[in-house]
């Protein structure tokens, strides 16, 4: 945590200083498919190579920031129950919103970015244990923030590089690098 405790403040004061408008400009959007990760947790180290991979979609308020919304995942999975055991049913919905703040004048299509944001995991768990049965669920929230570059491939194509720190609820610092493929409209 204490890592984006340090760095949060410097992502605030370049939004802050960037030369910011208040007209959008002309709606562009930005769709992205991670498609490589790594991360780190003390003790745990994961590779994640997946097509499609997490996904987000970005509107850009101007040249240099974006609302960018993440989908993480949605994983529902049930068991059948049977005398000794009942049937239980286990949804997990993950999603997150980052600000990308872009230094450079390509209208985030190319060049470096800090991206702060926050992340929320929902987790709902349902079970036929006894006559009424049993449910309980429970939302963490944990923070994070991209430190990346972004490369122009072709026209509205680029690729896309990431640092990333998360926090939080129930993360350890966990530290990461992820790569994807951005597409852009208008």
């Known amino acids: 945590m204490t890592l984006f405790v340090r760095f949060a403040p410097l992502a605030f004061a370049l939004l802050a200083t960037l030369p910011a408008r208040v007209e959008a400009q002309s709606g562009q959007v930005e769709v992205r498919i991670d498609v490589l990760s790594y991360e780190r947790t003390t003790g745990r180290s994961a590779i994640d190579v997946r097509f499609p991979g997490a996904a987000a979609l ?61 992340i929320v995991n929902r987790v709902s768990f349902s079970s036929d244990s006894n006559l009424f049965g049993a449910s309980s669920s429970s939302t963490t929230t944990n923070y994070g923030i991209d430190l990346g570059v972004k490369h122009t491939l072709q026209g509205r194509v680029s690729f896309r590089h990431a640092l990333t720190y998360r926090t939080g609820d129930n993360l350890a610092d966990t530290y990461g690098v992820t790569s994807g493929i951005s597409i852009f409209f208008r």
């Open 58 to 118: 970005a509107l850009y308020l101007n040249d240099h920031v974006a609302l960018e919304s993440r989908l993480l995942g949605f994983r529902r999975s049930t068991t059948d129950g049977s005398r000794s055991a009942p049937s239980t049913t286990t949804t997990n919905v993950g999603a997150a919103l980052f600000v990308p703040l872009h230094l450079g004048d390509a209208r985030g299509r190319s060049g470096l970015f800090v991206a702060p944001g926050v």
